[in-house]
């Protein structure tokens, strides 16, 4: 039991690490009050397909590697107590 402990531990930790190092480096989405004001409208090819860009990407595997950290942060919660 104490070996999966420090399993765990070393992937919550790379999980860590990888999860700020993605979010650093990600753009800012900048579709803020001044769109709401004005009304304009974003449906374009390039905001239909973000999902197989680079950016979109990125930010499915921010989102997964943040579950990850959840449940990480869980499990090891379950087996340090």
Do not use: D, H, P, W
């Not at 765990?8 to 753009?27: A, E, K, R």
Request: aromatic fraction near 10%; hydrophobic fraction near 50%; proline fraction near 0%.
């Amino acid at each position: 039991m104490g070996f999966l402990k420090y399993i765990l531990l070393i992937i919550y930790v790379v999980v860590t690490l990888v999860l700020i190092v993605l979010t650093l480096i990600q753009s800012k989405e900048s579709s803020g009050v001044t769109s709401t004001i004005t009304g304009s409208s974003t449906n374009n090819f390039y905001n239909q397909n973000k999902g197989r860009t680079k950016e979109g990407r990125m930010k499915r595997l921010t989102i997964t590697l943040g579950i990850a950290f959840a449940v990480l942060a869980i499990l090891l919660s379950i087996f340090y107590i």
